[in-house]
């Protein structure tokens, strides 16, 4: 189960950091990834982070402003968000890959199983 955290209200350039927590003892063997919904428009791939978090990738859009880490002792995931843009405003999600110890950093919607509930982030301009 994954619980997902930490959205709301800022202003552009303002940051957040989400967080997701995970229960279950298979968290430190599955990589993670973050995805968002804007509205009317389909889910897209942010963010995604290895097992171990030696490996992460990110979707384009978000490269240099957001940084995905884990800490697998607080079965924990987050998503470092900064100067933010109206532009992201969107639900996020947290995912887990159901494959344990995978080599690939996956950004397939359809390849994790996992998903949390989403939480909503709102910048202003």
């Known amino acids: 189960q994954l619980q997902a955290s930490g959205g709301g209200l800022v202003q552009t350039w303002g940051l957040l950091r989400l967080s997701c927590a995970a229960s279950g003892r298979t968290f430190a063997t599955v990589n993670m990834g973050w995805f968002r919904q804007a509205p009317g428009k389909e889910r897209e791939f942010v963010a995604a982070?290895?097992?171990?978090?030696?490996?992460?990738y990110y979707a384009d859009s978000v490269k240099g402003r957001f940084t995905i880490s884990r800490d697998n002792a607080k079965n924990t995931v987050s998503l470092q968000m900064n100067s933010l843009s109206p532009e992201v405003t969107a639900v996020y999600y947290c995912?887990?890959?159901?494959?344990?110890?995978?080599?690939?950093?996956?950004?397939?919607?359809?390849?994790?199983?996992?998903w949390g509930q989403g939480t909503q982030v709102t910048v202003s301009s």
């Open positions: 982070i290895s097992w171990s978090g030696g490996r992460t």
């Open positions: 995912a887990g890959d159901g494959r344990a110890f995978s080599s690939r950093l996956r950004i397939g919607i359809t390849e994790y199983p996992y």
